[in-house]
């Protein structure tokens, strides 16, 4: 009896099918490390809003009752891990006891994969808390 041979050989095959996906994986890896990067970036837009508007929130009138410019170095003093120059803050209030005192600010992002960017805008992050 003759010994037989197989028709066709597959060595390669594990490597093929490797090197076609590897790339789709790397993509979706980056993809995954990027977004978690831009909401780490919210979450400290977030926090810095919050400790604004607390900073502002106790009324103390010793000269003038204008806090705008206090509460916009606490917010950038807050987003630590942000470029600060780019921590765009608004705040809105009369002063007044009992009004509201808000807080807001937003910060640009922009998702990219290995050159191309696939999602960029800004994220905003407002707050509200009563003036006492």
Request: some cysteine.
């Amino acid at each position: 009896m003759a010994k037989s041979t197989p028709l066709r050989r597959e060595h390669g095959q594990t490597m093929v099918e490797f090197a076609l996906t590897l790339p789709v994986l790397l993509m979706l890896v980056l993809g995954i490390a990027q977004l978690g990067v831009a909401f780490n970036h919210y979450i400290q837009l977030t926090d810095a809003t919050r400790a604004g508007a607390r900073f502002g929130a106790p009324l103390d009138c010793s000269g003038t009752c204008d806090r705008t410019d206090k509460v916009v170095s606490k917010v950038r003093a807050s987003a630590a891990n942000l470029d600060s120059a780019q921590v765009n803050v608004s705040v809105t209030s009369t002063w007044q006891p009992g009004t509201d005192l808000r807080v807001c600010a937003s910060y640009p992002y922009a998702i990219n994969l290995i050159g191309l960017v696939v999602s960029s805008g800004s994220l905003n992050s407002c707050t509200t808390e009563r003036v006492e």
